[in-house]
């Protein structure tokens, strides 16, 4: 087994978690924020749209029975990556859509699915997906982790 970690922001944390669960090869999800400018922010600080950090969801994954490309695939799937900041009636730079790599390897598949989407005309709209290097990432609070799991919401 080849563990690996990719970090992924496509809005509201809690969905996004849930979904990644779902793949096989999908070890473990922790949620959090990542890409501001404030250590160890908290929800409430985040949510003032003022630390820079987005909600991040940080997969760790069996390289030998997923590959990074497919998590990528799956991220374009599992939200809107053509509005900026927003994701449904959620709005605000916590929110938006981001890949942020943890090696060049990676940041090179996320690019060029980006561009292979962007050139099918999947989306009406350019994708507005930020790809860019992983930096400090900060586990959110408890209450966060496996929300959907805690609270039997249904997800479609």
Not at 68 to 97: A, M
Not at 145 to 152: F, N, T
Request: proline letters at 3%; a negative charge; aromatic letters at 12%.
């Amino acid at each position: 087994m080849t563990e690996k970690n990719g970090t992924f922001a496509a809005g509201c944390f809690w969905g996004v978690e849930a979904k990644f669960l779902d793949l096989p090869g999908v070890i473990d999800t922790v949620v959090g924020y990542t890409g501001g400018m404030i250590e160890n922010p908290t929800y409430k600080m985040v949510c003032t749209n003022n630390t820079g950090h987005a909600e991040a969801v940080q997969v760790t994954y069996d390289d030998d029975q997923i590959d990074y490309e497919t998590l990528v695939r799956k991220f374009f799937e599992l939200h809107n990556p053509t509005t900026k900041n927003r994701q449904g009636l959620d709005i605000g730079s916590q929110y938006r859509s981001a890949i942020f790599f943890h090696n060049q390897e990676q940041g090179q598949i996320a690019e060029n699915v980006k561009e292979e989407l962007n050139k099918s005309n999947k989306y009406r709209n350019s994708i507005v997906t930020e790809i860019v290097p992983a930096g400090d990432f900060y586990k959110a609070e408890e209450y966060h982790q496996r929300y959907y799991a805690k609270h039997s919401f249904r997800r479609h």
